[in-house]
C-alpha cells in the first residue's frame, strides 16, 4: 500500500471512530436532537418578570456523559432572567483580561469580572442566593463567581477545562447563562467529535463528576448574537486562573 492510500485509511478510520464516539454522546444524552420550536419560544417568555430562582430545582435532569462524569441541565431555572440580565450588565465592573498565546499578549475576547468569597464584597442578592442554595445542593463553598459577557457574536471561549486546583478530583462548576442563547459545546479532552449541550438563557447547567478532568467546552464565535451573561460558580479556583 502506498503512503497516499495509508493516510487515506487512517483518516476513514479515524472519521468512523469519531462517528461512533460522537453516536454514543448523542445516544447517552439525546443532545444531537435540534431544540424543538415550542419550546425555545417557551423559554423566551421565562425571560420576562421580577428575577427568581426555581429552589426546588424542578426542571433539573442529569446526563451521565461517562460513566465518571455528569451534567446537571435546569432548563429555565432563574424567572425574570432578563431583569437580572440589565442588572448585572450595568452593576459589574466589566474588564478586558489579555491572554499568552503562541508567544504574544492578546486580548480575551469577551469581558470578565471575578468576585472572591474573600475579599467581602457583597454579591447582588440573587447570586448570592444561587451560591448559598447551589453550594448547599452540591455540598461545596463555592468560593468565586466569575461572570462573563460576550458583548457579540465575535466574543467567545475556546476549548477549555476549569483551572481549579488539581488536588480537587471532582470540582463541581454551576454555571447560569442570561441573554442571547450560545452554543455550548462539550467534547473530550484534547480534540474528537464535539456535541450541542442545551444551555439557553435562564437556564443551570453543573458540571460534576470528572467532567472537567477529562471532558472540555467552548462557547464558539458565531455570525451574529446578541449579548450573553454567563455566571460561573467554582470552588477551588486555581488563582493563577485569574492571574493573567
Ligand atoms: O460562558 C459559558 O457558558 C462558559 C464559561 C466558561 O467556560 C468559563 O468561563 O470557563
Known sequence: MDAGARRHRGNAGRARGERADRAEIALRTG???????????????FGGGAPAIDRAFGSLQRVQVDPESWLDHAPGWVQGADALFAELHASRAWQQRTRWMHGKQVLEPRLTAPWFLESGEPLPPLVEEMRVVLGERY???????GFNLYRDGRDSVAWH?????????????????????RRFLLRRKGGGPSVRVPFAGGDLLV???RTQRTWEHAVPKVARAGPRISIAFRHGLDPAAYGE
Not at 455540598?139 to 463567581?145: A, I, K, L, N
Not at 477545562?161 to 442563547?181: F, H, K, M, Q, T
Open 139 to 145: 455540598g461545596v463553598v463555592f468560593d468565586s463567581v
Open 207 to 209: 458540571t460534576g463528576g
Open 31 to 45: 443532545w444531537d436532537q435540534p431544540i424543538p420550536r415550542a419550546m425555545l419560544t417557551q423559554r423566551h417568555l
Open 161 to 181: 477545562g476549569d483551572r481549579i486546583r488539581p488536588e480537587i478530583e471532582e470540582p463541581v462548576v454551576a454555571l447560569v447563562a442570561l441573554g442571547e442563547p
